[in-house]
């Protein structure tokens, strides 16, 4: 695909700008070494290559085939391809999953036929690849076009995926004109074959690509997509994603568009964090970021110093840091003297304030940058010029002053905000120096550089595979007191229940287990007990017990007549602890997603819940704890006794093992609430649904929060 020996284009064209004349005159106009053979039955030549009638009419079998010809012919041209041995074919077609279930057969044809071939398909719906190192250009983009004398080379090369090929166009045209380039590149369109997980699998393992940046708006097999992310974390290879069809609307469009499975944002957030993918929000994060990682690599850590001629600036960038995650700490006492030696009105904590004077004194700028980079170890300079860049004498003046400072200081990392001619960007982007317009957008740029150096710097953990997870059987009637038991068994603590038949059995099984107790209805056909009056808490004597029963009882039938009754629950009261929630989720293109939060409003309300995909191990579920807003009530808020979260950790890396042992019949999983007691006298689930594919009678349907947290109003039994 990206060092292809000899390329076809079927469908050549002789006009330079159609779709089927553009990637020969893209490979001829950068010195593609190979060979080029246009097919085109209607020419013996084509931009002044010899053209041949047909695939079966060439020298050799070419490694790579570009498909330009119509719709209808598409289908034949690509069986030719697989018939005839050809490597892989690009395929700018559209009209296939995405128009509709004509276009999805003719989809699933091609599909068929990569892999019974062994021939690779990039598209259809795509505009192909480019690798602008060997000239091998086999796409319609024309922004392979602009011209690249200002591109700076021999810089880490940044790899480009992207679903969409106008954003993919968009993106390189938008490097060229900042001054570097992503390659290779590659726009995976419908994906019939090759997709978003191949092809960064394959930049992963690619010693020459330092940094991955995506685009992608679903994935069709989440675990191929997690391997690949894994892949690249292993290798400290940053992957930049930005990941579309956040909301309902973009959700749909996304379907519509390359016939992608979306999936819940949640799980994509969860699998991103899980192998320290950066996520960006817009095109211009997306830019930003690629541009700094071409220019000038990533950090140590978010340690910066902050060089302005604005105080009013300054407080900007560092309320701007702050909120990024960098640290701005004051400057050695010692470095501080020499400075105002150097120019004594200057502020000189950090932000470092060199007033306007830098515009009357070429030496003083150069001056106290050399000064602090020697006297520190900040791990980044943030330097803010305003419109100096834009504007002679002092376009010249900075870039000399700059050029200085990179002598001396050539593997600091320096990063620039200033309006700048395209003759000063040129001059930073050859100095390594990432500049922006925005302050803000530099500065937000600095702390995922910080984020990225700091936990790439750390080998990825081993993965994770438990030694042995629950062979429970998932079949039958899933009533609460059987799923208790089957997440007991996989190592989820459970408060100790009985199931009675009668009064005088439930008021012996409270006996037994000692008052307070609580009663709750026992049916298939009942997910939500409290909703129907199938519940009764804090039971203190036998009285009691008897009443609630027949209660129980006489509401469940009111309710729904049609419900299958097995029995009463009792189970003992349990007091004190933190009330949690353990969820498991079943998400169309991931898998199974385990979610943690806090109970009651945190979660209902407040949304804070966390996820990782499973299986996860205990060092995993610590992190996810310690991620909720409402961690401080687990760790001893206001004095109160912090809670077992070893215990909680454990619980939940066992959940997220049964999970993935069960990832064929478990559509969801709710545990709610989990209590967790006092460090040292462990967790408990108090009430557990589990759902399966298996179609079963329908329970009764409970409005709620949305699907992502999977909770129920919480029942202290």
């Not at 053209?51 to 570009?66: C, F, K, R, T």
């Not at 095109?283 to 340690?303: F, I, K, T, W």
């Not at 070429?362 to 504007?391: E, K, R, S």
Request: with cysteine; charged share 20%; aromatic share 6%.
């Amino acid at each position: 695909m990206f060092a292809p020996r000899s390329v076809a284009v079927i469908g050549a064209s002789s006009h330079q700008l159609k779709i089927g004349g553009r990637p020969i005159h893209h490979m001829k106009s950068h010195g593609f070494e190979g060979a080029i053979y246009p097919i085109n039955p209607s020419y013996t030549e084509v931009q002044g290559v010899q053209a041949y009638p047909s695939l079966e009419a060439l020298p050799e079998v070419p490694d790579l085939a570009v498909v330009a010809v119509p719709g209808p012919a598409v289908m034949e041209a690509v069986r030719g391809c697989a018939d005839a041995g050809v490597k892989a074919v690009v395929l700018f077609s559209a009209g296939f999953a995405e128009a509709g279930e004509d276009g999805e057969r003719l989809q699933a044809e091609l599909t068929r036929i990569a892999l019974t071939s062994g021939m690779r398909i990039i598209g259809p719906n795509c505009i192909g690849a480019a690798n602008m190192v060997t000239g091998a250009l086999p796409t319609f983009a024309a922004a392979v076009m602009i011209p690249r004398d200002h591109v700076i080379a021999d810089v880490p090369r940044i790899a480009l995926v992207s679903q969409s090929g106008a954003l993919g166009g968009h993106c390189v045209a938008l490097a060229a004109n900042r001054g570097f380039e992503f390659t290779p590149w590659i726009t995976t369109g419908n994906e019939c074959d090759v997709d978003v997980a191949d092809s960064i699998a394959y930049f992963a393992e690619q010693d020459e690509v330092s940094a991955i940046a995506v685009y992608m708006e679903g994935c069709k097999d989440g675990r191929r997509l997690q391997a690949a992310l894994a892949s690249a974390r292993r290798r400290r290879k940053p992957v930049i994603m930005l990941k579309a069809g956040v909301s309902d609307v973009g959700a749909a469009a996304a379907s519509s568009h390359t016939a992608s499975l979306v999936g819940s944002d949640d799980a994509y957030d969860a699998l991103f964090r899980q192998y320290d993918v950066c996520r960006v929000t817009s095109v211009s994060e997306l830019m930003d970021l690629s541009h700094a990682l071409a220019l000038g690599g990533l950090p140590r850590g978010g340690q910066v110093a902050i060089f302005t001629g604005s105080g009013g600036a300054g407080i900007l960038m560092a309320d701007a840091a702050e909120e990024a995650g960098l640290q701005v700490t004051p400057l050695p006492l010692g470095v501080q003297q020499q400075l105002k030696r150097i120019w004594p009105p200057a502020g000189v904590t950090n932000p470092i304030d060199t007033t306007a004077q830098v515009t009357n004194d070429p030496a003083l700028f150069p001056a106290f940058l050399n000064t602090v980079i020697d006297g520190t170890d900040y791990d980044m300079v943030l330097v803010f010029l305003t419109y100096l860049g834009l504007m002679e004498p002092w376009a010249t003046t900075v870039v000399d002053s700059l050029r200085t400072v990179r002598e001396a200081h050539p593997g600091a990392h320096i990063m620039v905000s200033s309006l700048t001619s395209p003759e000063t960007a040129h001059a930073l982007n050859t100095l390594g120096m990432p500049h922006y317009e925005d302050l803000r957008s530099m500065v937000e740029t600095a702390g995922r550089l910080a984020r990225l150096g700091s936990v790439l710097s750390v080998p990825m953990a081993k993965e994770f595979r438990p030694l042995s997870a629950s062979s429970a059987s998932l079949t039958g009637e899933l009533t609460e007191d059987r799923a208790k038991k089957i997440l007991r068994d996989a190592g989820v603590p459970t408060v100790p229940d009985r199931v009675v038949q009668s009064a005088d059995h439930a008021v012996r099984a409270a006996k037994e287990f000692g008052y307070p107790v609580a009663l709750k209805i026992v049916s298939p056909d009942i997910a939500h007990k409290s909703d129907v009056g199938g519940v009764r808490l804090d039971l203190t004597d036998a009285a009691q017990v008897e009443a609630a029963y027949a209660q129980i009882l006489a509401s469940a039938q009111a309710a729904v007549p049609q419900a299958r009754l097995s029995g009463v629950l009792v189970t003992p009261m349990v007091t004190g602890g933190v009330e949690t929630i353990l969820g498991v989720k079943n998400d169309p293109s991931l898998g199974m997603t385990v979610a943690f939060g806090l109970g009651g409003v945190f979660v209902e309300v407040l949304q804070d819940v966390t996820l990782r995909l499973a299986p996860f191990d205990v060092a995993t579920a610590a992190e996810m704890i310690r991620e909720v807003r409402g961690f401080e009530l687990l760790d001893g808020a206001r004095g109160t006794e912090p809670a077992d979260t070893e215990a909680l950790a454990h619980a939940l890396s066992d959940l997220s093992a049964f999970a993935a042992a069960h990832a064929d019949s478990i559509e969801s999983i709710d545990v709610n609430p989990f209590v967790v007691m006092p460090r040292g006298q462990g967790a408990y689930a108090l009430d557990a649904l589990i759902s399966t594919h298996t179609p079963g009678p329908e329970p009764t349907p409970e409005p709620g929060p949305p699907p992502h947290a999977v909770v129920t109003s919480p029942q202290r039994s």
